[in-house]
């Protein structure tokens, strides 16, 4: 399976960027596809995930009612809409497909799938 991510850029704060991720593979099953993000000098830090049925979205309190993800199953896609960007939400975003376990959902380590990231960048 592989994820490759597009969309990223430098944005005005205040500004959006919406964030695409195609999955290729033969044996695509994974339940869970999301988002992760990855600051300079920072750890891996979780953002958002949907289900493949693209219910059930959660994401993490600081980018709550900004950002919104969806996924288009005929395409195999998720999107990450991102909106008043602020200079905090600058870093590399990562596109991740797995099946973790409800408690586990918000951990990078329990998604099997990554993608090479796209880089936001926002500018005050």
């Known amino acids: 399976v592989q994820l490759v991510e597009s969309g990223g850029g430098l944005v005005q704060a205040g500004g959006s960027l919406r964030l695409s991720c195609g999955a290729s593979?033969?044996?695509?099953?994974?339940?869970?596809m999301g988002w992760f993000r990855q600051a300079p000098g920072k750890e891996r830090e979780f953002v958002a995930f949907?289900?493949?049925?693209?219910?059930?979205?959660y994401y993490a309190d600081s980018v709550k009612g900004r950002f919104a993800i969806s996924i288009n199953n005929a395409k195999n896609t998720v999107y990450l809409q991102m909106n008043s960007l602020n200079p905090e939400d600058t870093a590399f975003y990562y596109c991740?497909?797995?099946?973790?376990?409800?408690?586990?959902?918000?951990?990078?380590?329990?998604?099997?799938?990554w993608g090479r990231g796209t880089p936001v960048a926002v500018s005050s």
């Open positions: 991740v497909a797995g099946s973790p376990i409800q408690s586990a959902r918000t951990y990078p380590s329990t998604y099997g799938y």
């Open positions: 593979g033969t044996s695509f099953s994974s339940r869970y």
């Open positions: 949907i289900t493949r049925f693209g219910v059930a979205p």
